[in-house]
């Protein structure tokens, strides 16, 4: 059966697209494991049935055509999660202020300086014209190709108005669109991964022309298999993303639950919607025919899985075959 939704729902989104609402999300930390007993058949056709409601909305968010931004705020629960039993609101603010850059005498220049640090990578990255990325690690051996338009973003991104806007809050990343038919071999997960509103563990995949045709699962694997055949598009990738060691959520040294904070602790894949942004095109904006013709994936969902350690290595090669050591031991080399 259908899942309903009450009519003001999608009212509410187009409504922040019409008069140009800066959308803030506060992410939702208090625990990861509500819906552990839920039939996951039901989690699929309520997870199709939300981003039906949602697809102009995010499609506008993610081509930045409207200024947003995604943060975590402590709470008792996440801090008891981070922290262990005794850990407190406080003591978890504590931890994220190098993090926040909040430690820093001028926060604000902080983020413009780190901000600066990430455009000045990812224009590196792109002027490699990289055509593939080997990434290699203990359990993965996997080669993702790169679209011949594929540019690298990290740091502010510009909306189509000339705005700049952070719309990842804290951001250790530089990313883009990987081709969605050219992924090969296998990539074991690093970290637990929320899927569906749940908590997925100890997972490799196995790619072949791109389209993920096997994986184990240590906890949750049902949920993994709903996710995949939510629709066409999530069983490619939308998204490899470059982040090392350097990282102060890396060098916390804690596993924070929540995809945007883990996220920035380690190279990640993303299952489904490939972001327009990070095609050198013009305009950036695109339909999902256009997308497809660019070999950017289509999707309903956009999944962010972590699959680096401190042994990772990542080469690439470029359009006429040399190859360059992106990063050696966890370490980026650009």
């Given amino acids: 059966d259908e899942i309903k939704f009450p009519r003001y729902i999608p009212a509410v989104f187009d409504e922040m697209l019409c008069d140009d609402w800066a959308y803030i999300r506060i992410e939702e930390t208090?625990?990861?494991?509500?819906?552990?007993?839920?039939?996951?058949?039901?989690?699929?056709?309520?997870t199709r049935r939300m981003h039906t409601l949602q697809r102009k909305f995010k499609n506008a968010m993610m081509n930045n055509e409207h200024p947003w931004c995604v943060i975590c705020a402590p709470s008792l629960p996440w801090a008891r999660q981070v922290l262990g039993e005794s850990g407190t609101e406080q003591q978890l603010w504590e931890v994220l202020k190098p993090i926040l850059r909040l430690d820093a005498p001028d926060p604000k220049a902080a983020w413009k300086e780190h901000g600066q640090r990430l455009l000045k990578r990812s224009r590196r990255l792109t002027e490699m014209k990289l055509d593939s990325l080997h990434i290699q690690d203990e359990g993965t051996d996997l080669t993702i190709g790169l679209t011949e338009h594929a540019a690298w973003v990290g740091g502010p991104d510009q909306l189509a108005d000339g705005r700049y806007v952070f719309v990842n809050i804290p951001s250790e990343e530089v990313f883009t669109v990987p081709d969605a038919y050219r992924t090969e071999g296998t990539v074991r997960l690093t970290m637990p991964v929320t899927i569906m509103e749940t908590t997925v563990e100890g997972v490799s995949l196995t790619f072949r022309k791109g389209k993920v045709v096997d994986f184990t699962a240590e906890k949750n694997g049902q949920i993994l298999e709903q996710f995949l055949t939510l629709d066409e598009g999530t069983s490619y990738l939308g998204e490899i993303a470059l982040v090392d060691t350097s990282s102060p959520i890396y060098q916390s040294g804690k596993l924070f639950n929540s995809v945007l904070y883990d996220e920035n602790a380690a190279c990640h894949i993303a299952l489904g919607q490939g972001y327009s942004g990070c095609l050198d095109v013009d305009p950036p904006a695109l339909t999902a025919e256009e997308k497809r013709a660019y070999h950017c994936n289509v999707s309903m969902e956009h999944s962010d899985v972590m699959i680096s350690t401190e042994g990772t290595c990542v080469t690439g090669t470029d359009s006429d075959g040399r190859r360059v050591q992106i990063m050696d031991k966890g370490k980026l080399l650009v």
């Fill in 30 to 46: 208090a625990d990861t494991e509500v819906l552990r007993d839920a039939d996951s058949s039901v989690l699929q056709r309520y």
